[in-house]
Structures are given as structure tokens and as C-alpha cells.
């Protein structure tokens, strides 16, 4: 039961991550993101690895994309275990196409 739970909360938490995106919403964001939270990624764009604070990485959430109604975005839950879980983003934008790999932890009760 309790491994129910945790999987129902990790699916509120990535509702709100989508929402953020749709709506462009960087208070959105972190209502389930630390502001010293990390970002690692590979940005083809710079050739190379990108590693912000998610502080940082939401600074590009200024409004709904102008796009948004051609953006698709879904999340399947891989793992939840104790506290914490590993979400696989599939990201669909005009022009390009992604997979996010997200490395979520509870922290001090929430997360």
C-alpha cells in the first residue's frame, strides 16, 4: 500500500512539472523543485554537457511557449523506491524531439 502512495505522489509531482512547462511557470516549477535542485543533461546546441541549478534552468520559463499547442509531453514512471523515483519524459516539440531521465528524491518530507 504505502508503495502506492508513493507512486500516486511521484504522479502529482510530474503533473506539476507539466503544467510548468505548458504554462511557461517557474513558481509552478518550485512548488515540487529545490531552487538548489540539479540539472545534468547533454544540450546539442552547445556540444557538450550542461549542469545548472534548477534556479537556473527555469530562468527559460517565461510564459507558454508561443508553440505550446504543437508541444507534446507524457512521463512514465520507471521506479519509485523509498524516497526516491526515476521518471522517463518523452518530449515531442516542433523541431526536435527528447527523452528527459529525471532522478527524483523526497526531501525533507516533500518532493
Known amino acids: 500500500m504505502a508503495q502506492s502512495g508513493e507512486h500516486d505522489a511521484v504522479d502529482r509531482t510530474m503533473q506539476k512539472v507539466m503544467h510548468a512547462f505548458e504554462a511557461g511557470d517557474a513558481n509552478l516549477a518550485f512548488e515540487v523543485l529545490r531552487k538548489d535542485g540539479v540539472v545534468i ?59 528527459d531521465h529525471l532522478a527524483l528524491s523526497k526531501v525533507e518530507g516533500t518532493g
Not at 499547442?69 to 524531439?97: C, F, M
Open 41 to 99: 543533461g547533454y544540450s546539442p546546441a552547445r556540444g557538450g554537457m550542461v549542469i545548472q541549478t534548477a534556479e537556473e534552468w527555469v530562468k527559460g520559463f517565461t510564459g507558454p511557449p508561443a508553440d505550446e499547442a504543437q508541444r507534446h509531453r507524457s512521463y512514465e514512471i520507471l521506479d519509485v523506491t523509498g524516497n526516491a523515483a526515476v521518471v522517463k519524459v518523452l518530449l515531442d516539440y516542433p523541431g526536435w524531439e527528447g527523452v
